[in-house]
């Protein structure tokens, strides 16, 4: 079946060039584009396309705004085009937590020559959205939880021992590490996040879960020390692993090849932690299109650490969680919502200095 996209932008450019991307590929076919949401509301309704390519910054209305009052009357999937700046990343943050798939980077020089170097990822990404499960967006937090009120199923102690988490994540997987990193006291240990997302990203994405999240958030930095209580976000384009240092943890960023086509690879992340911290690791791999992740939560699992799966009726694409199960690499599938107590529940079980939540 080809996936009939409808392209939004205000900029001929843009579209042009994204329609020309989409068109070369035998699975997928432009069929509108619209310069603004209020065209593009007449061409939803006339043509019925399977996935919108949605541009944030738009006259008439928001893209924010329209959004919104799509998936309320609406729901379809959306892949988001923003610019790599501060604003466009927060712009394009806000709406992956309103409902949209996905993020496309749109360059903000030589725009056609850059979209055209990123055709395969972007043309991934309306793959993943066309058979994504929609999820029903929900209000965000407007501030960090109180630090008295663990969730629900938090045990009152917990006892670690230079306990590290990993967690790799692709499409939908803003929100999914959001509602982890929600479910956890400050003190949990060092958590360090692969997420596929784009240079100029991370950052935004980073700073809005340190505001909304118990834990201290925030994109990594090589060398530094891997402290508990912190949770360590990959930067864009940079690989992120984990190395000792003594009785230290330590981060380390590199910008070797691509692996699985992804630069920052969950791989990457999760080798690192197999073969440094083994049985005193935890992996957890959340929702997300292709591969990328289940050989090394295969070699995690090998060195003795606890592995963790988002089930299939939680995840937006069951695809990465879908190839560890099948590799034999998940000790056990949760829904989404279940996570960060099953976290804790392991990391009780842990022998160590105590934790108090």
């Known amino acids: 079946m080809t996936i009939q996209v409808l392209v939004i932008d205000d900029s001929a450019l843009i579209r042009s060039v994204l329609s020309e991307v989409i068109n070369r590929e035998r699975d997928m076919k432009v069929i509108g584009v619209a310069v603004d949401p209020l065209q593009a509301r007449d061409k939803i309704k006339a043509l ?32 988001m085009v923003s610019a790599l700046t501060e604003h466009g990343s927060e712009v394009a943050l806000r709406a992956l937590e309103l409902g949209a798939v996905d993020i496309v980077a ?19 990404k309306i793959r993943a959205a066309a058979c994504a499960r929609l999820r029903i967006p929900r209000s965000a937090p407007t501030s960090a939880p109180t630090q008295g009120s663990p969730p629900p199923t938090a045990r009152k102690m917990l006892r670690t021992s230079e306990r590290v988490v990993v967690i790799g994540a692709s499409t939908g997987g803003t929100e999914a590490i959001k509602e982890v990193l929600l479910g956890l006291p400050p ?24 505001r909304l999240c118990r834990l201290r958030v925030q994109e990594a930095v090589h060398g530094e020390r891997a402290m508990p209580g912190h949770a360590y976000i990959a930067p864009g384009d940079s690989h992120l692993f984990l190395r000792r240092s ?8 590199n910008q070797e090849a691509p692996v699985n086509r992804h630069r920052p690879s969950v791989d990457v992340l999760f080798r690192s932690a197999a073969q440094e911290a083994g049985g005193n690791a935890i992996g957890v791999i959340l929702t997300g299109m292709g591969k990328d992740g289940a050989a090394g ?9 606890h592995t963790i799966g988002q089930d299939e009726a939680t995840c937006v694409v069951y695809g990465m969680p879908r190839e560890a199960f099948m590799l034999g690499a998940v000790d056990e599938q ?8 099953k976290l804790l529940h392991h990391l009780s079980r842990s022998g160590g200095r105590q934790l108090r939540v």
């Open 48 to 79: 019925n396309p399977d996935v919108l390519t949605l541009d944030v910054e738009m006259p008439r209305m928001d893209g924010l705004d329209f959004l919104e009052r799509l998936m309320r009357l609406r729901p379809m999937p959306v892949v």
């Open 106 to 124: 749109k360059p903000r020089l030589d725009i056609r020559r850059g979209i055209e170097e990123y055709a395969q990822e972007i043309t991934d």
């Open 187 to 210: 003190d949990t240990p060092t958590i360090l996040i692969t997420q596929h997302m784009p240079a100029g990203f991370t950052k935004p994405f980073a700073d809005r879960l340190d």
């Open 246 to 253: 003594g009785a230290d943890y330590l981060l380390g960023l």
């Open 297 to 305: 939560m295969l070699e995690l699992k090998q060195s003795g650490a």
């Open 334 to 341: 949760a829904p989404l919502q279940e996570i960060s107590s």
